[in-house]
């Protein structure tokens, strides 16, 4: 063993210190789950503590080595902590069993791990930080061509508002909605699905760069952005006005206010899934528009002809 | 919303015509029967362990609940009835989730009085949270006090676990008034004969 | 104790001087343990032309009786307090199994009894029914009754 070849501490301490917490709240939520606070796990699950601890870790340390210039604004990084937080909530602590129990909490819980969560880790500027950070075989798998080829047809823009649609609808047809809550390995699929394909398509919408080096120009990411509202509104408008109870899964297993009623939980369910799903697509709108203009601010003359009628369409708005 | 109604319909159509159980199926979604608790009768700790090779029903009720949670227990008591002999291979678990007022003795009496094939089970605060954390089920029991009265709140479900401990069915209907008594036994005559029929959508879901 | 005597006392003596407002019908408890509460189930019916309200219930078998509701609407059981009960006119109020009970905690009685069951009205004079204490697998008042009704045929 050279000297040259051991590791520094913070190589193997910081993990060895999350992996012993991660085992602590393992074994308190599966020997004690009645003792719990409301903010700590409910159902402990590693890969839930791991891939949101590890991403975390890896973001700060890898903007520590970055070039002070090149690292995100202090107020990226606070989104994107905020917004691993806010899935790592509502997949682990007391409010997934609230999620379990009423139809509009559970939709609650999709909206923050389909749309607001990864939104806020994609302004976070996580993929150059997190990489530089990464274990080196880890790294090489996600810079993989094969890992890229994979993604690349699923980052289509028409492909990627539709697998972010047909998610929503898959999950909501009530077959389905009935499996994947009542089963535990369906519900696993159905969470990490809404929360890796809301990272793949925010990542895309809210990146800053022009086309290339991104995949899609700014008109066609804000017309992702926007595509994908009137689908939602539909499936929402569905529910709510829907006139008898497409969810029975609720009422087998019990709601946690047993003074809303079913048809109300579903009212106010379909209202989550057309409403913030909506603004948030607004927000994301404004965000490419602003890059656009930024970008055009860097390069004088826009080089795709559809960004050009995108800023001729800003510039009413913008007033620029 | 009009035209999407008869579509609704049919999909409904489609997913119950293809299940051949009157109650509904869980096969391969809810996980196999896994608990521990004291047995009333006993005095003893028990698990799934001690109940393979008969089919399970699982309630959770507590003892101060005079009308839904007898209700309930009184309409499997018929249906163990119309099982005649084969009713030997059922076992009926009834686990409070009142433990502080429901003890051992009160629980043993409680559940002797629907009939020997029910098992009253007190577990302990941890093994009642497992429980329901494994099953999505929901209880809540309020101490009250300063003039508001003691009360629990628990979900109606029953599950139906068969002989190997894998769940099966959730019984919707026996906590009502209106309890599909001829479904249920027909539902348990086919679980006791070990038929193996499912949906195809219980089939899916087991490769997911 | 001595209270709800005379008051039944009252009831019973006030009864023949006009006719009773409410008819009931198939009344009993379900009677499981003497340390737990035994649910009352009956049938009242309203013949007369006006709304009869219930103020409250009492009976020398119960250490205290009040009106409860299950409620079951959103897939979680629980019991609910009622403070008054109205039997509409020309119309009946059903206290049935799964629904509307009469909740008796700390009972005294035992099973093939029958114990005095007083409701109080919003106007008149208190009613008096007698109840049939059953136990934990019946259905109804008598033992020939039939499994709870309306079940699904096949
Ligand atoms: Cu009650």
């Known amino acids: 063993m050279s000297p040259a070849r051991r590791l520094p501490p913070a190589e193997w301490a910081v993990p060895a210190a999350l992996a012993a917490v991660g085992a602590a709240l393992d074994w308190a939520t599966t020997t004690r789950p009645a003792a719990m606070p409301v903010w700590l796990p409910f159902d402990f699950s590693w890969f839930a503590w791991a891939g949101t601890v590890l991403p975390l870790w890896w973001y700060f340390r890898g903007i520590a080595r970055m070039a002070?210039?090149?690292?995100?604004?202090?107020?990226?990084?606070?989104?994107?902590?905020?917004?691993?937080?806010?899935?790592?909530?509502?997949?682990?602590?007391?409010?997934?069993?609230?999620?379990?129990?009423?139809?509009?909490?559970?939709?609650?819980?999709?909206v923050v791990l389909h749309h607001l969560g990864p939104f806020l880790v994609a302004l976070g500027l996580a993929g150059q930080p997190i990489r530089a950070a990464m274990p080196a075989p880890l790294r090489r798998l996600v810079e993989s061509r094969q890992v890229r080829a994979a993604l690349a047809p699923l980052m289509q823009p028409f492909v990627a508002a539709f697998l972010f649609v047909g998610l929503v609808a898959l999950w909501l047809w009530p077959p389905v909605h009935?499996?994947?809550?009542?089963?535990?390995?369906?519900?696993?699929?159905?969470?990490?699905?809404?929360?890796?394909?809301?990272l793949l398509f925010w990542c895309q919408v809210l990146d800053p760069r022009p086309a290339p080096p991104a995949r899609a120009g700014y008109g066609a990411r804000a017309a992702m952005a926007v595509g994908v509202i009137f689908p939602q509104i539909a499936i929402g408008a569905f529910i709510v006005f829907s006139r008898h109870d497409l969810y029975p899964y609720y009422n087998y297993c019990g709601r946690f206010f047993p003074d809303i009623s079913p048809l109300y939980d579903q009212l106010v369910g379909g209202m989550v899934v057309w409403i913030p799903p909506a603004m948030m697509s607004i927000v994301a709108l404004l965000i490419v528009l602003s890059h656009l203009r930024a970008a055009e601010d860097a390069a004088p003359r826009p080089l795709d002809p559809r960004a050009a009628r995108m800023a001729a369409l800003s510039a009413r708005w913008t007033g620029r | 919303m009009?035209?999407?109604?008869?579509?609704?319909?049919?999909?409904?159509?489609?997913?119950?015509?293809?299940?051949?159980?009157?109650?509904?199926?869980v096969r391969g979604e809810v996980p196999a029967l896994g608990f521990a608790a004291t047995d009333a009768a006993s005095g003893h700790t028990v698990t799934a362990a001690d109940f393979r090779g008969r089919i399970v029903l699982l309630y959770l009720g507590y003892t101060h609940c005079p009308d839904v949670c007898p209700l309930t227990l009184h309409n499997i008591s018929v249906v163990l009835r119309r099982l005649g002999k084969a009713a030997a291979g059922v076992r009926v678990l009834f686990v409070t989730v009142d433990p502080h007022r429901d003890t051992v003795p009160v629980?043993?009496?409680?559940?002797?009085?629907?009939?020997?094939?029910?098992?009253?089970?007190?577990?302990?605060?941890?093994?009642?949270?497992?429980?329901?954390?494994r099953y999505r089920l929901a209880y809540a029991v309020d101490p009250g006090g300063h003039g508001h009265p003691y009360t629990v709140t628990h979900s109606a479900a029953v599950y139906v676990f068969d002989r190997t401990g894998a769940a099966r069915l959730l019984i919707p209907s026996l906590a009502s008034t209106t309890p599909d008594?001829?479904?249920?036994?027909?539902?348990?005559?086919?679980?006791?004969?070990?038929?193996?029929?499912?949906?195809?959508?219980?089939?899916?879901?087991?490769?997911? | 104790m001595r209270s709800l005597a005379a008051l039944v006392l009252l009831a019973a003596l006030a009864r023949p001087a006009a006719a009773a407002p409410l008819r009931a019908e198939g009344a009993w408890f379900r009677y499981l343990l003497s340390s737990i509460p035994a649910g009352g189930y009956v049938t009242l019916t309203n013949p007369g032309p006006a709304t009869v309200v219930l103020t409250g219930v009492a009976s020398p078998a119960c250490g205290s009786l009040m009106f409860h509701r299950t409620d079951s609407q959103g897939g979680m059981e629980?019991?609910?307090?009622?403070?008054?009960?109205?039997?509409?006119?020309?119309?009946?109020?059903?206290?049935a199994p799964g629904g509307y009970h009469l909740m008796c905690d700390a009972p005294h009685m035992h099973r093939g009894q029958t114990v005095p069951v007083t409701f109080r009205l919003a106007h008149g004079a208190p009613l008096v029914v007698r109840f049939a204490v059953r136990g934990a697998n019946a259905s109804g008042p008598r033992a020939s009754a039939p499994a709870p009704a309306r079940m699904k045929s096949q």
């Open chain 2, 107 to 133: 629980l043993r009496r409680y559940v002797a009085l629907f009939g020997p094939d029910f098992v009253g089970l007190r577990p302990d605060a941890n093994q009642l949270a497992r429980l329901a954390r």
């Open chain 1, 178 to 198: 009935f499996a994947s809550m009542i089963g535990h390995r369906l519900f696993w699929v159905m969470n990490w699905s809404m929360v890796l394909d809301g």
């Open chain 2, 2 to 25: 009009k035209p999407l109604r008869p579509l609704l319909l049919a999909l409904a159509l489609l997913t119950t015509a293809a299940s051949p159980w009157h109650d509904i199926s």
């Open chain 3, 78 to 95: 629980r019991m609910v307090a009622v403070p008054r009960i109205r039997v509409p006119a020309g119309g009946r109020f059903r206290f």
């Open chain 2, 181 to 208: 008594l001829p479904g249920v036994t027909a539902d348990l005559r086919r679980l006791l004969r070990g038929q193996t029929a499912e949906g195809w959508f219980g089939w899916l879901a087991r490769w997911v």
């Open chain 1, 68 to 110: 002070p210039a090149r690292r995100p604004a202090p107020w990226r990084r606070a989104v994107f902590a905020l917004g691993m937080g806010l899935i790592w909530a509502v997949l682990q602590t007391r409010y997934l069993y609230l999620a379990e129990h009423e139809f509009f909490l559970s939709r609650i819980m999709h």
